[in-house]
């Protein structure tokens, strides 16, 4: 049951390699997670960050749990209770902005696989002395952007990062070209008013013009 970090970050790893982009879901209601989780991995988006930030959230993540080759995470992870829960509705992976030992030894002991956020190099380290060596760059844009995450890599070279926060599909490339960035966060390729309209060809067009970053 329990998962250690080294294995936890393995596995962070693994899923942010699929695609260079992660989108960063807020979701109102539920009945739009399906079909807009269809849209973005038919767009070549697998992997989901649905945010516990609505009250319809571990709903949703049901949900896109079901479709296939899809890859449903938690974001917004902060409280013990929180991964449990998100554990239970299918989440295979959570994303938090920071990270405490309380949040750490729960995700550890509930066999979920953090991506655990740092904004500093003391914050990285601390995570790194831990064995996380995958980690969370946020809030990427409001922290310096990716002149920051080249900075803060080149005395952590064994770190990797997934950038997030106010980065755009114009700002993108400035991220994904840097050696020490394995994908970026990005809620652009599902805004919401394409959610509340059911416009999922429009989603599914963003998505594949985010997948060839």
Known sequence: MGLKPKDASARTREICALAPVVPVLVIDNAASARPLAEALVAGGLPVLEVTLRTEAALDVIREMAQVKGGVVGAGTVLTPQDVHAAKEAGAQFAV????????????????????????????????????????????????????????????????????????????????????????????WVAPKDLVQTGAWDQIEALAKAASKL
Do not use: H, W
């Not at 005395?155 to 926060?165: A, D, K």
């Open 96 to 187: 938090s902005p920071g990270a405490t030992d309380v949040l750490l030894d729960a995700c550890e002991a509930e066999g979920l696989p953090l991506l655990a956020g740092a904004a500093t190099a003391s914050e990285a380290m601390k995570l790194l002395e831990r064995g996380y060596d995958m980690l969370k760059f946020f809030p990427a844009e409001a922290s310096g952007g990716a002149a920051a995450v080249r900075a803060i890599g080149a005395p952590l070279p064994q770190i990797m990062f997934c950038p997030t926060g106010g980065i755009s599909m114009a700002t993108a490339r400035d991220y994904l070209s840097l050696s020490n960035v394995a994908c970026i966060g990005g809620s």
